[in-house]
Nanobody, 121 residues
Framework: QVQLVESGGGLVQAGGSLRLSCAAS????????MGWFRQAPGKEREFVAA????????FVADSAKGRFTISRDNAKNTVYLQMNSLKFEDTAVYYC??????????????WGQGTQVTVSS
């Protein structure tokens, strides 16, 4: 029921930074936990980060901990993923996701179309 559109991807040098944005439409946005996932060619889609609907709890995958930060601005209907100290292995298509409930557990209700992040070595 939530429509998601990602932006902010691109080509960046190793060690650089990008901020991904996910703009959401739908009346229930502020009640949904949100997450970021990524998928490299030939690889399984993997969890990157998630945030509760109130923004008071965040979760970050070990591979991104200390480098990536997830945040949300419910007034702007937007979720962000700040990516610092990017590595070549971060190269993937990044997808925004809305969970069906207020916590990042269970099934995903909506997926964005994805935005490409390419990190040059």
């Amino acid at each position: 029921q939530v429509q998601l559109v990602e932006s902010g991807g691109g080509l960046v040098q190793a060690g650089g930074s990008l901020r991904l944005s996910c703009a959401a439409s739908g009346l229930t946005f502020s009640s949904n936990a949100m997450g970021w996932f990524r998928q490299a060619p030939g690889k399984e889609r993997e969890f990157v980060a998630a945030i509760s609907w109130r923004g008071d709890s965040t979760f970050v995958a070990d591979s991104a901990k200390g480098r990536f930060t997830i945040s949300r601005d419910n007034a702007k209907n937007t979720v962000y993923l700040q990516m610092n100290s990017l590595k070549f292995e971060d190269t993937a298509v990044y997808y925004c996701a809305a969970y069906r409930g207020p916590t990042p557990v269970g099934s995903i209700g909506s997926w964005g179309q994805g935005t490409q992040v390419t990190v040059s070595s």
